[in-house]
Nanobody, 126 residues
């Protein structure tokens, strides 16, 4: 059965860093844009980043721009989200997604998501 598997979440203090990984199993990330969504408690899912098929273009939500970096390694069929200078408001469940397109236009639109990962919890707290 096809899977998108995130890892790397956990508890971190404000100002700290985490690196999330996303690995494909049973299918490939190649040929599709990869994105990251997050869902804070009591809120809907927020599209925070996207990377195009070959990594030529990257998009970031204003809430994370300058602090988060998305990347991918197509040879290893993995994608990453490096999160720095974390804030308490970054707390939430983070989802890796495979888009049904190769580009990142309208990346925040959940209708473009082909597969969702299971999610990994990120908690930023003292």
């Amino acid at each position: 059965q096809s899977k998108l598997v995130e890892s790397g979440g956990g508890l971190v203090q404000p100002g700290g860093s985490l690196r999330l990984s996303c690995a494909a199993s049973g299918f490939t990330l190649r040929g599709s844009a990869v994105g990251w969504f997050r869902q804070a408690p009591g809120k809907g899912r927020e599209g925070i980043s996207c990377i195009t098929n070959f990594g030529a273009s990257k998009n970031y939500a204003d809430t994370v721009k300058g602090r988060f970096t998305i990347s991918r390694n197509n040879a290893e069929d993995t994608a990453y989200l490096e999160m720095n200078s974390l804030k308490p408001e970054d707390t939430g469940i983070y989802y890796c997604v495979l888009r049904n397109v190769a580009y990142c236009q309208d990346y925040e639109n959940q209708d473009t998501v082909l597969y969702w990962g299971q999610g990994t919890q990120v908690t930023v707290s003292s």
